[in-house]
Every structure is written in C-alpha cells, then in structure tokens.
C-alpha cells in the first residue's frame, strides 16, 4: 500500500511516524496489556500520557506558566459561544474582526451572548484581504478581541499581531498553530481544533491566561467553564482519550522536527513554491492579496472551470488527494500543514505543470 500525499483542508495529514507509533501500541500500551482506548482516564499511564502532551505543548510553544492549557471537545465551533460566556467578564460588548468564514461564523454565534463590534470587516469584498490598521474601529471598552489568524477557507493570514492596547486577544489559530513561533504572551487567550495542524479531530486546545477565568455568564454549562476545566486538569468529564494521545505523539513528532522554529522554515518554503507556480501563468489564479496569503492553506482556480473535476480526478491519479476547494467555494485548495512533507508539494507543482501543458 503507498499513501498518498494529502492536501485535506481537515481532518487533514497525519505524520507517518505517528501514525506507526499508534499503529504499534494499539493492542497493547506499553505493557500494560490494553489499548489506550480501553484504560481510565483517571490511570496512572492515562494521567501520565495527558500531562507529557501537555508539557510537550508547553515546551513547543514556550507558554508562560500563568497561562493554562486545557484539552477539551467540541472543536472550534463550540469554543465560538464558549468564549464570550467565559470572556465577558461582566462587561457586554466584544469586538470581532470578520475576515472570512470562519470569523462570520464566530460572529455569528457571539452575537447571542454580547453587543459585537465589527472591528473591521472584508465580507463584501469577497475576504481576500485585511484592511489598513489605520481604518479599523476598535473599542477599548471591549471584553476582549477576537480574530482569525489564518482563515482556512479564504486562505486568508495576517502577518502581525494586532495591537489592542489593554484588551485581550482573542484567537483561533485552528489551521496555523505551531505552524511558525508565535508570542503567546501577547495573547488572553488562542484556541484550535487539533484535526488541521496537529492531528485527529475530538480534541480543541484552549490556552488562556489565568487572570481571564473564573468570572463566566451565570448560563455557563460547567463542561464549558474554563476555571472548572483549569481546576479539574481538563478531567472534568470523560475526554477524548485516545486522541488526546495521538494529539502527544504529534508533540513528540515534531519536538523531533525542531519545532515551529524548524517548520517555519519548511512552511515559507512550500507556500512560496505553491504561489510561485500559479503566479507565474493565467491558467491559474489566486485572488488573495500577497501580503497576507496563507502559508498553510493555498486556494486556486482554474481560469477554465469545466476543467475543474478533470484536475481534481487526475491529482487523485497521481495520488495527490482532497484538492477540491471549500464545498460552497469551489475551484481548489492545497492545505500544506506542518504534516504535509515538502515532497508533496513538489509532486503537486509537478502534475499542475503537466495538466496545463496538457489541457492549456
Ligand atoms: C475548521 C475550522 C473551524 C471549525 O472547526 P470545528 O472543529 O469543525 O468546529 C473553526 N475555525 C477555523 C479557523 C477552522 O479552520
């Protein structure tokens, strides 16, 4: 059997190693004589798998210690509502940058909880760009900030840290955590579904600093309530206890790489390659302006869109899967995550040459 190279938006690649390493210890952990599916959450090995991912994590991303991490479920989506009733602090408004699907839709579920306000907004201009600093209207009595670093369908990525002066950050990093280092102290708080940059979907990672937590809406439902999460070590009720291992073996993995100082390297790399090689002909396009296309997830299209099933379906030939674009998007889309080997991204350039010389 030979894997092929994957470019799935999420759930997406899964380093080999890992995926050996689980393929391994799937009968029998250790020598405990039973799958890490099959043990309690509150053994002695579950307990030490689930803090070694977490010190893992922690060394990965050099967070300070008055921040938590916690490991909880009900990927970005859930975190969409549970922030504001965790994050308000008794103040009543938030503000939100909209700059692509995944923010409206942070927007969207905000707006039950707290007045938004829409620090800047790019949905008329079909989200392909982030607008001048200058011209965004932020609010210094907001409860926080909220944005989205990398916004997986548009591909849409800042290259700075925004500067809210006093009022936490507040960010889904779903597709581009540990993807290049990053300053978690200038954040209140950064979450991520774990199925696009680091491994299986079942696991979100919350990293929130301590002064934010413990002050939630009175409707919070306890699963949601960050202190009780901090309070119990995510352990409040039963995880996701295999893929919070899976989620450790990817820690592991790429401590080994070198980390995001090392991925950051390769990520520039594989992007500048991609864009490079749909630049540099009208066949293909990407209307995204350059100062903030994403390193992580790189939509095209085809100038001929009868042509579009026929690239997808011949990638798959060449064993270059999931190419498709967003389902109400369309044209294609190549995630190239920390899993996705350089390689692969050679192969695609490759075939993108070929199908244009065959069909341009
Ligand atoms: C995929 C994605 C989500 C949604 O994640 P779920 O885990 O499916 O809820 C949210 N935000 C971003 C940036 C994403 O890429």
């Not at 942070?106 to 039950?112: C, G, L």
């Not at 950050?169 to 774990?194: E, F, H, Q, T």
Request: with cysteine.
């Amino acid at each position: 059997m030979t894997r092929a190279y994957n470019f799935c938006a999420g759930p997406a690649a899964i380093p080999e190693p890992v995926l050996q390493k689980a393929k391994e210890e799937l009968l029998n952990w250790g020598s405990v004589g039973a799958s890490i599916m099959e043990m309690s959450h509150r053994s002695e090995t579950f307990l030490q798998i689930a803090s070694e991912a977490e010190q893992d994590l922690r060394n990965l991303m050099h967070i300070p210690d008055n921040y938590h991490v916690l490991f909880l479920q009900g990927g970005a989506s859930t975190q969409f509502a549970v922030i504001p009733m965790n994050l308000l602090r008794g103040k009543k408004k938030a503000d939100y940058v909209r700059t692509g699907i995944w923010s409206h839709k942070a927007v969207d579920q905000a707006e039950a909880y707290c007045e938004v306000n829409l620090v800047t907004d790019t949905m008329d201009k079909g989200y392909n760009y982030i607008p001048d600093v200058a011209s965004w209207n932020l609010d210094p009595e907001a409860a926080y900030f909220h944005y989205t670093p990398n916004e997986t369908i548009g591909g849409v990525e800042f290259n700075f840290i925004p500067d809210t002066g006093d009022v936490p950050i507040v960010a889904d990093m779903s597709s581009n955590i540990l993807s290049r280092p990053i300053n978690v102290s200038k954040y209140g708080l950064i979450y991520a579904g774990a199925q696009k940059n680091i491994g299986p979907s079942g696991i979100t990672l919350v990293i929130v600093r301590d002064d934010l937590i413990g002050d939630t809406l009175d409707i919070t439902p306890e699963p949601f309530n960050y202190y009780i999460q901090a309070r119990d070590a995510s352990l409040y009720n039963t995880p996701p206890t295999f893929a919070w291992y899976l989620t450790g073996l990817v820690f592991k993995w790429l401590k080994e790489q070198g980390g995001p100082e090392a991925m950051v390297e390769i990520n520039e790399r594989k992007a500048k390659k991609l864009y490079a090689a749909i630049d540099k002909t009208d066949f293909y396009h990407n209307d995204v302006k350059e100062d903030c296309r994403s390193w992580m997830n790189v939509p095209f299209q085809l100038q001929q869109k009868n042509l579009d099933t026929n690239f997808v379906t011949e990638a798959e030939e060449n064993n270059l899967l999931n190419l498709n674009g967003w389902r109400t998007v369309g044209g294609m889309r190549a995630s190239i995550y920390n899993a996705v080997p350089e390689e692969a991204v050679d192969a695609l350039v490759a075939f993108m040459s070929e199908f244009e010389r065959r069909y341009g």
